[in-house]
């Protein structure tokens, strides 16, 4: 009996759900990506499927033209998230909703306008002429997303990830599945641009019910005001920054590395970091949902669960790291082997080994990053994330020439004092905070003044 109380326990832990659906959503998508590229390379040919890899990325890259928007929303509205009655919520979303619209239209024109100039640096004109006539569709797929990412910011501020890895694991299997129908029955790269767009519009779509259906206060519809688009912009900015310091860190390396010791080198360097990076994404992943908690928590200054909620996650991310670490050090010869061969393994481990390391060290960031950006210290954050990649990078540039590969381990050892010093800053500022300090938030007056006016 205790038992069955236990698992129905389990069942309806909302933190749980999100951990879980996370993950799912994250392996999701390599599995999908493991089975349709080798018929999509075999049915499009190597050089539409080159275009149709780029495509995809441009669109990831372009993505970062949402300014925080997305990551704001969901740091605000998880203020006000836990009282259905508060109309500050709606307000809050509408206003964010516009300005999200506002950005789409502007990517729409922006590729409208430069289809013929900024594409061809990406695509080159040779390859621009297969798909011009649908190339255009980007901008548009980037602006829908961009509005997206406030229509699902609006149940994430709930703390329902879950739902948003839900929609993202039958979204990714359905197009996937749809993606590689298409190329096989038509083989024409502009059917699977059009397919994208439209499927972009349907997920629009669905996700604004599911939305609606969350949270019945809000409403789609145009609405500003100054006061709190400067306070959305005054945390967005910041995520956005953020955003652009990912980027940057998931290539500068590759580029470095490309530059000083040729394209041989940077081949297995990226077979090596693609898995070595698993120890940072999967925890990254599965804790994301603790953004909006730790929002939600510092607004009322409840520090106990603050303190509970953030100790607990540290301490299951921190076993993670070690076990899986541990595991790929003591066997990167054989996980090598089997994923790649034994001659690459041989050749290798040792990179692998280093590259382990220094990612494990890196990754116990993650839980005092969602912290620190949750209660109020992302200027903090920002500054420690870029000068953090400031250092790791010029290290990785003045050292290559002389360690070669085993410069990117040794370089991102130098993030362990700033590493440090977020993990000692959350426990020293945050987790000893008072509580309800009157001042420290400004929202409730500004959106006061907006329903007044």
């Given at each position: 009996m205790k038992l069955l109380n236990k698992l129905q326990s389990l069942?309806?832990?909302?933190?749980?759900?999100?951990?879980?659906?996370?993950?799912?959503?994250?392996?999701?998508?390599?599995?999908?990506?493991?089975?349709?590229?080798?018929?999509?390379?075999?049915?499009?040919?190597?050089?539409?499927?080159?275009?149709?890899?780029?495509?995809?990325?441009?669109?990831?890259?372009?993505?970062?033209?949402?300014?925080?928007?997305?990551?704001?929303?969901?740091?605000?509205?998880?203020?006000?998230?836990?009282?259905?009655?508060?109309?500050?919520?709606?307000?809050?979303?509408?206003?964010?909703?516009?300005?999200?619209?506002?950005?789409?239209?502007?990517?729409?024109?922006?590729?409208?306008?430069?289809?013929?100039?900024?594409?061809?640096?990406?695509?080159?004109?040779?390859?621009?002429?297969?798909?011009?006539?649908?190339?255009?569709?980007?901008?548009?797929?980037?602006?829908?997303?961009?509005?997206?990412?406030?229509?699902?910011?609006?149940?994430?501020a709930k703390q329902r990830y879950d739902i948003n890895s839900k929609v993202n694991i039958a979204y990714n299997l359905i197009t996937s599945i749809l993606f590689t129908i298409l190329a096989v029955l038509y083989k024409d790269i502009k059917m699977l641009v059009v397919f994208l767009f439209i499927s972009s519009i349907l997920l629009l779509i669905i996700n604004a019910f599911i939305a609606k259906k969350v949270n019945s206060n809000i409403q789609y519809r145009i609405r500003f005001s100054k006061s709190v688009f400067v306070r959305i912009f005054k945390?967005?900015?910041?995520?956005?920054?953020?955003?652009?310091?990912?980027?940057?860190?998931?290539?500068?390396?590759?580029?470095?590395?490309?530059?000083?010791?040729?394209?041989?080198?940077?081949?297995?360097?990226?077979?090596?970091?693609?898995?070595?990076?698993?120890?940072?994404?999967?925890?990254?992943?599965?804790?994301?949902?603790?953004?909006?908690?730790?929002?939600?928590?510092?607004?009322?200054?409840?520090?106990?669960?603050?303190?509970?909620?953030?100790?607990?996650?540290?301490?299951?991310?921190?076993?993670?790291?070690?076990?899986?670490?541990?595991?790929?050090?003591?066997?990167?010869?054989?996980?090598?082997?089997?994923?790649?061969?034994?001659?690459?393994?041989?050749?290798?481990a040792f990179l692998f080994r280093v590259l382990i390391i220094s990612v494990a060290i890196g990754a116990f960031n993650v839980i005092p990053n969602y912290c620190l950006n949750g209660t109020n210290y992302i200027k903090l954050n920002t500054v420690l994330s870029m000068s953090t990649s400031i250092a790791i990078f010029s290290s990785i540039f003045v050292l290559t020439p002389y360690f070669g590969d085993l410069s990117t381990g040794i370089s991102r050892l130098i993030g362990i004092p700033l590493v440090i010093f977020s993990i000692v800053y959350v426990h020293k500022r945050i987790l000893t905070i008072k509580p309800n300090k009157q001042g420290e938030n400004k929202i409730h007056d500004i959106l006061t003044e907006t329903t007044h006016a």
């Open positions: 069942k309806k832990n909302g933190d749980l759900k999100n951990v879980l659906y996370s993950l799912s959503s994250y392996f999701v998508s390599p599995i999908v990506i493991i089975v349709t590229t080798p018929i999509l390379l075999k049915t499009l040919g190597s050089s539409d499927y080159g275009i149709w890899v780029l495509i995809n990325s441009l669109i990831n890259v372009l993505g970062i033209s949402n300014f925080g928007l997305g990551n704001a929303f969901i740091k605000l509205g998880s203020e006000y998230a836990s009282d259905e009655d508060d109309p500050r919520f709606g307000q809050m979303f509408s206003v964010s909703f516009t300005l999200s619209v506002i950005l789409a239209v502007v990517m729409n024109v922006l590729a409208l306008a430069l289809d013929t100039t900024l594409f061809p640096l990406f695509f080159g004109h040779s390859s621009l002429d297969s798909i011009l006539p649908v190339i255009h569709l980007v901008g548009g797929v980037v602006g829908l997303r961009i509005i997206n990412s406030v229509i699902s910011g609006s149940y994430m945390y967005g900015v910041f995520s956005w920054f953020q955003m652009i310091i990912s980027a940057l860190n998931n290539q500068a390396d590759k580029i470095i590395i490309g530059a000083l010791l040729g394209s041989h080198v940077l081949g297995y360097y990226s077979v090596c970091m693609q898995l070595a990076m698993k120890i940072h994404e999967i925890p990254a992943a599965a804790s994301a949902f603790l953004f909006a908690k730790f929002s939600a928590l510092y607004e009322g200054k409840k520090v106990k669960e603050i303190r509970k909620i953030y100790f607990r996650a540290f301490l299951f991310k921190s076993i993670f790291i070690i076990i899986s670490s541990s595991i790929a050090v003591v066997f990167a010869y054989p996980i090598l082997s089997v994923w790649i061969d034994p001659g690459f393994a041989s050749e290798h």
